[in-house]
């Protein structure tokens, strides 16, 4: 059997015994590691994970390319901690829900490796999942491949608004697998997902919104495939919700920050920021396949040419409602990055960094359920006034 068809077969043997142990698992819980906990260690030539389970659990294994990554997924598991690291093949190891159900381990390799062996291991109740990789050529390592089958469910089925009701995504950064920022007990995927559904209620609570989130729980969803949920329930308007925090080198940062798309990036916060996002999608196990072709990009160009100063003026009022609210607002509240989630040429799109968890007093604001709710206000506040003007500026086109 060769080499890639049989990773594709260990993926479709245990996606089979998930279905058979689905009921059983429910009933006990999830497992975690045992106290042999895991680990990528050396075996002479070849890479060996071992992950100690308190339960036998389903599982599959693949890898994905650019850059080489192998990506192991256990239902019903918790990771607790990241495997130790006892190789120099390993780069860096993340962790994190994918999908219900299921978590996910991404280890990204310095070097090109196939899956040689893998196989789960039971005895007294408890398991052990062994995964043995050999070096590769990078040819091989390509043809090891697979593309993802499972992709995120489209939650959204609802038409585009009617009689003037806007319709807003709101985006809550990370999640799962890429938890983001992290600063004492804050993490950034759970304070912004807590003040995403604040959002949410003030925004359906004025009657003129509807409102879709691109997640509603702790799971990752990829930063292309949000912009493509939001696409899906029709929004007009797409907020991307992020609570960072920057590196000392990039300088001092505090405040609510409203960023829009831009490929000439010139300053040091906004370009740590944009590679930060990216290098989170590459961790997470994204599939980064695929490119535009020169006539969807041309297309794109021209939609944009109405979309981007919509954007622009979309985090003119989002500074202003803040301003407004009296609430802390950064010394140079609008700037511009080349975030993958405001790409979508055709709905006008900004991020949001609520604060940044690299600031004391942002963690306080941000750790306070007053401050989040004036901020949730703050916002719906500034989509009001944007909604009207861009009304007005619609009508002006159209005569």
Same mark, same amino acid.
């Given at each position: 059997m060769s080499r890639p068809l049989f990773i594709v077969c260990v993926a479709l043997t245990a996606l089979l015994t998930a279905v058979a142990q689905s009921s059983a698992e429910g009933a006990r819980g999830l497992a975690r590691v045992t106290e042999e906990g895991a680990a990528f260690s050396d075996k002479g030539a070849l890479v060996e994970?071992?992950?100690?389970?308190?339960?036998?659990?389903?599982?599959?294994?693949? #890898? @994905?390319? !650019?850059?080489?990554?192998?990506?192991?997924?256990?239902?019903?598991?918790?990771?607790?901690?990241?495997?130790?690291?006892?190789?120099?093949?390993?780069a860096d190891v993340n962790f994190g829900l994918n999908r219900q159900g299921w978590s996910r381990l991404v280890a990204v390799l310095h070097e090109p490796l196939v899956v040689d062996s893998a196989e789960m291991s039971a005895a007294d109740g408890s398991s052990r999942l062994n995964i043995s990789l050999q070096p590769a050529t990078a040819e091989d390592f390509r043809q090891s491949v697979i593309v993802e089958n499972s992709s995120i469910e489209t939650v959204f089925s609802q038409k585009h608004n009617v009689n003037n009701r806007v319709r807003v995504a709101i985006d809550p950064g990370h999640g799962g697998v890429d938890p983001g920022a992290e600063a004492g007990e804050l993490v950034e995927a759970e304070v912004i997902l807590r003040f995403a559904?604040?959002?949410?209620? #003030? @925004?359906? !609570?004025?009657g003129r919104f509807d409102v879709v989130l691109t997640r509603e729980d702790d799971i990752f969803v990829p930063l292309e495939t949000r912009m493509s949920l939001a696409r899906t329930a029709g929004a007009d308007i797409f907020l991307s919700l992020h609570a960072d925090a920057l590196e000392p080198d990039a300088g001092p940062a505090s405040g609510m920050t409203v960023y829009t798309l831009s490929e000439d990036v010139n300053d040091v916060a906004s370009l740590r920021l944009t590679e930060t996002h990216a290098a989170n999608d590459i961790l997470a196990g994204v599939d980064l396949g695929g490119a535009e072709d020169d006539i969807a990009i041309a297309l794109q160009d021209i939609a944009r040419r109405e979309t981007t100063p919509r954007s622009e003026a979309l985090a003119s009022s989002l500074v202003e409602g803040f301003a407004a609210k009296s609430l802390a607002i950064n010394t140079k509240p609008h700037r511009r990055g080349e975030f993958a989630v405001l790409k979508a040429p055709d709905v006008p799109s900004v991020l949001i960094e609520l604060g940044f968890l690299s600031s004391a007093k942002d963690r306080k604001r941000l750790a306070s359920d007053e401050w989040l709710l004036d901020a949730a206000e703050?916002?719906?506040?500034?989509?009001?006034?944007?909604?009207d003007a861009d009304f007005l500026r619609s009508q002006e086109l159209r005569r």
């Open positions: 994970l071992t992950v100690g389970l308190t339960e036998p659990r389903a599982w599959r294994v693949f #890898t @994905l390319d !650019r850059p080489a990554r192998l990506v192991v997924e256990i239902s019903n598991f918790s990771w607790e901690s990241k495997p130790k690291i006892h190789s120099d093949s390993i559904r604040k959002l949410k209620e #003030t @925004l359906l !609570r004025s703050a916002i719906w506040l500034a989509l009001e006034l944007w909604a």
